[in-house]
């Protein structure tokens, strides 16, 4: 069975790193907030390009504690879209606004500018909510339309809070992911392009009152010392294992990218007649997060998948059910129909194998089988 993501390949050669870095961690003993904290936030900020980088617990906290900071509530809407994982709607609910859904581009699978612009205007004539906030999702590791969405976000004067948690390390027009808006949050979650062993997240800002914001929430809401605190906060910091352990691996991350890159160019050029393979603009880089293509129809992606399976090769479906037909979401009466892109995509959508150390061999196998399966469509 060829592995669908291989943390394996990667730890056998780091090993010597890691191990060195977390022997270190039990030797000063500083589990909590120890120097490896300090020095994974100066490295990811300099990565990124940005002043300030905060780490976290998870994604979901990174996500959670600028929106905290912001103030935000009952009586406000944030926009984001339906096709992404829980997490990116869930904070929003978790903090009493309301999650507001603006359906998917076909192409890209992030949220629609356009679309983005009407549900604003629509948001403004009702009245009932304030908008807030976007939270764009760099969907699979390509980055949101930032350009359009930072101009609406200047014209209506409501805050960016990029959703990177699938796309650290991906480019828009020159620039890092978590550069590009107010603030941004990502994911260490061990499947993510750039995992840990374990939770853990960061976010980014170029913003030194949201980063002092950002770093008392996630100790208790702590002021000057840690038994003064001046606001309601969360137990949200990096485990300082999980930081001595990120940064061997973000040193060789910048070349883990470009072999994301061989894999994903392999796929698109091998698979092109025969599922519709992922779409990236020209003024964007991807991390790959996942691989994802689509087939014909629903009946055709379970028979693909099913073909595959047979074969030995895994495949994952994200997302079989968008955001706005969850039960979780349930009370906000989205119906099937409210965004067909999203429904639609979800049903013939499913992802390959992606991990930098999927072998030549493995990816000749993976697109021969594939291309093996006999389609009853005629493909354009
Ligand atoms: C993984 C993920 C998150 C949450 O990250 P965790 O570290 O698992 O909490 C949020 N948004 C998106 C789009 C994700 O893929």
């Known amino acids: 069975m060829i592995p669908f993501i291989d943390l394996k390949t990667q730890y056998k050669r780091l090993e010597n790193e890691i191990k060195s870095k977390i022997q270190t961690v039990f030797e000063h003993g500083h589990f909590i907030m120890g120097p490896e904290i300090e020095e994974v936030e100066q490295?990811?900020?300099?990565?990124?390009?940005?002043?300030?980088?905060?780490t976290c617990s998870s994604g979901t906290d990174a996500l959670l504690m600028p929106l905290m900071a912001w103030g935000i509530g009952p009586g406000d809407a944030v926009l984001t879209t339906p096709f992404t994982f829980i997490a990116t709607a869930e904070v929003i609910q978790l903090l009493g606004a309301?999650?507001?859904?603006?359906?998917?581009?076909?192409k890209t699978f992030n949220?629609?500018?356009?679309?983005?612009?009407?549900?604003?205007?629509?948001?403004?004539?009702?009245?009932?909510l304030r908008p807030k906030a976007i939270i764009p999702v760099d969907l699979f590791g390509l980055p949101a339309d930032y350009e359009e969405i930072n101009t609406l976000a200047r014209d209506f004067d409501i805050l960016v809070l990029e959703d990177a948690a699938q796309s650290f390390g991906a480019e828009y027009k020159g620039q890092k992911t978590c550069s590009?808006?107010?603030?941004?949050?990502?994911?260490?979650?061990?499947?993510?392009?750039?995992?840990?062993?374990?939770?853990?997240?960061?976010?980014?800002?170029?913003?030194?009152?949201l980063a002092e914001q950002l770093r008392s929430i996630r100790i208790h809401?702590?002021?000057?010392?840690?038994y003064e605190n001046i606001r309601t906060g969360l137990n949200a910091r990096f485990d300082t294992l999980q930081a001595a352990a990120l940064l061997p691996k973000l040193d060789i991350f910048p070349e883990e990218i470009v072999m994301r890159q061989k894999v994903a160019e392999?796929?698109?050029?091998?698979?092109?007649?025969?599922?519709?393979?992922?779409?990236?603009?020209?003024?964007?880089?991807?991390?790959?997060?996942?691989?994802?293509?689509?087939a014909h129809d629903n009946e055709e992606r379970a028979a693909m998948q099913k073909w595959l399976g047979e074969n030995g090769i895994p495949t994952a479906i994200y997302y079989p059910i968008p955001l706005h037909l969850q039960k979780a979401f349930s009370h906000?009466?989205?119906?099937?129909?409210s965004f067909p892109i999203a429904e639609q995509i979800s049903k013939k959508i499913f992802s390959l194998p992606m991990h930098p150390y999927l072998t030549d061999e493995q990816s000749t196998k993976i697109i021969d089988i594939l291309l093996s399966y006999k389609s009853t469509y005629n493909q354009e």
Request: aromatic fraction near 10%.
């Open 43 to 54: 490295k990811l900020s300099q990565f990124v390009g940005v002043k300030h980088a905060i």
């Open 98 to 106: 309301v999650p507001v859904f603006v359906d998917i581009d076909e």
């Open 111 to 128: 949220i629609n500018p356009i679309k983005l612009r009407e549900q604003i205007e629509k948001l403004l004539e009702n009245g009932k």
């Open 180 to 209: 590009l808006t107010h603030a941004a949050a990502t994911s260490f979650f061990p499947a993510k392009p750039l995992g840990c062993y374990g939770d853990g997240g960061a976010v980014f800002t170029n913003d030194d009152e």
């Open 221 to 226: 809401g702590q002021g000057s010392n840690k």
């Open 266 to 294: 392999k796929y698109s050029s091998g698979l092109k007649n025969k599922v519709k393979v992922p779409y990236v603009p020209k003024d964007r880089i991807s991390v790959w997060a996942q691989y994802s293509v689509l």
């Open 332 to 337: 906000l009466e989205y119906r099937p129909g």
